[in-house]
T-cell receptor, first 111, second 115 residues
Framework: GESVGLHLPTLSVQEGDNSIINCAYSNSASDYFIWYKQESGKGPQFIIDIRSNMDKRQGQRVTVLLNKTVKHLSLQIAATQPGDSAVYFCAENAGGFKTIFGAGTRLFVKA | GAGVSQSPRYKVAKRGQDVALRCDPISGHVSLFWYQQALGQGPEFLTYFQNEAQLDKSGLPSDRFFAERPEGSVSTLKIQRTQQEDSAVYLC?????????????FGPGTRLTVL
């Protein structure tokens, strides 16, 4: 069935370094992708999104890359800060209202 | 408040009890979603409302789960005869419009523990 998964369950980076979180998706019909950040005890928070007609989108300190050929999505965080420590989820949508989330990657930022 | 609120934040139920979880979306938001998040996993879609209409309930795991949004604002997720496998965080999200690409704003969730 449809699924969104992540390559690495945990990622540890030094403060100030760049972080890259990867995600694979399996539904080729998905045309909208979202990255969320979830801190402990809170609901997911929207970070950035990208539509399938794009391969790159930039926000403030974050960049999302989409490779439809290999069904791969990545989130790049520049100059990672301690406040970036959280679980990051990629999610996909195939046009309806059902958003499918991946399992998540926990990001640890070492001071 | 400015965001999505959920109550209670924590609920402990004995197996077989019925529970009701409340979601107050952002005022004026058309769309409302319920998700179930098991420990260490990503949220899983349960159901979707557009105003008071439940347009998608394909994610509800069994007929013990029921959701409503009678006046198009507050929503309640009811679980009857709770089972241990129902233990999870139940998340509610709302979005301003009816497009699938509208940003979803999540509440803090209700952590349900079934003993």
């Amino acid at each position: 069935g449809e699924s969104v998964g992540l390559h690495l369950p945990t990622l540890s980076v030094q403060e100030g370094d760049n972080s890259i979180i990867n995600c694979a998706y399996s539904n080729s019909a998905s045309d909208y992708f979202i990255w969320y950040k979830q801190e402990s005890g809170k609901g997911p928070q929207f970070i950035i999104d990208i539509r399938s007609n794009m391969d790159k989108r930039q926000g403030q300190r974050v960049t999302v890359l989409l490779n439809k050929t290999v069904k791969h999505l990545s989130l790049q965080i520049a100059a990672t800060q301690p406040g970036d420590s959280a679980v990051y989820f990629c999610a996909e949508n195939a046009g309806g209202f059902k958003t499918i989330f991946g399992a998540g990657t926990r990001l640890f930022v070492k001071a | 408040g400015a965001g999505v609120s959920q109550s209670p934040r924590y609920k402990v139920a004995k197996r077989g009890q019925d529970v009701a979880l409340r979601c107050d979306p952002i005022s004026g938001h058309v769309s409302l979603f319920w998700y179930q998040q098991a420990l260490g996993q990503g949220p899983e879609f349960l159901t979707y409302f557009q105003n008071e209409a439940q347009l998608d309930k394909s994610g509800l795991p069994s007929d013990r789960f029921f959701a409503e949004r009678p006046e198009g604002s507050v929503s309640t997720l009811k679980i009857q005869r709770t089972q241990q496998e129902d233990s999870a965080v139940y998340l509610c999200a709302s979005s301003p419009g009816d497009r699938s690409t509208d940003t979803q704003y999540f509440g803090p969730g209700t952590r349900l523990t079934v003993l």
